[in-house]
């Protein structure tokens, strides 16, 4: 069982940046592709980026790509996300997840929610115009 917990939002004014931390305990951090994924009140949750376990492959929604970034550090067990040039429609929770690729598993996959097994509690991130 692996549990995840999120760090880092807040409340920013548009333009800034913010850094989430996501710390992983209880399995083999190595072994699990992590990703980010944010809801937004009265939207469904949604991609923002994913990493593959050697950091090999890195994945980022449309929206957010060139400004975020996404980086992780298996000797610390946790997965970042640097979010610059922030704007008001990033405002929403961000989850961080972690889940093991399966014999079928295809790079698509990394987008989808339902390919990761454990989620975190979430922290909120609000950007003020």
């Known amino acids: 069982q692996v549990q995840l917990v999120e760090s880092g939002g807040n409340l920013v004014q548009a333009g800034g940046s913010l850094r989430l931390s996501c710390a992983a305990s209880?399995?083999?951090?190595?072994?699990?592709?992590m990703g980010w994924f944010r809801q937004a009140p009265g939207k469904e949750r949604e991609f923002v980026s994913a990493?593959?376990?050697?950091?090999?492959?890195?994945y980022y929604a449309d929206s957010v790509k060139s400004r975020f970034t996404i980086s992780r550090d298996n000797t610390k067990n946790t997965v970042y996300l640097q979010m610059n040039s922030l704007k008001p429609e990033d405002t929403a929770v961000y989850y961080c997840?972690?889940?093991?690729?399966?014999?079928?598993?295809?790079?698509?996959?990394?987008?989808?929610?339902?390919?990761?097994?454990?989620w975190g509690q979430g922290t909120q991130v609000t950007v003020s115009s």
């Open positions: 209880g399995g083999t951090f190595s072994s699990y592709f």
């Open positions: 990493v593959t376990r050697l950091s090999g492959n890195l």
């Open positions: 997840a972690a889940g093991a690729p399966g014999p079928r598993f295809i790079a698509s996959m990394y987008r989808t929610a339902r390919a990761y097994e454990y």
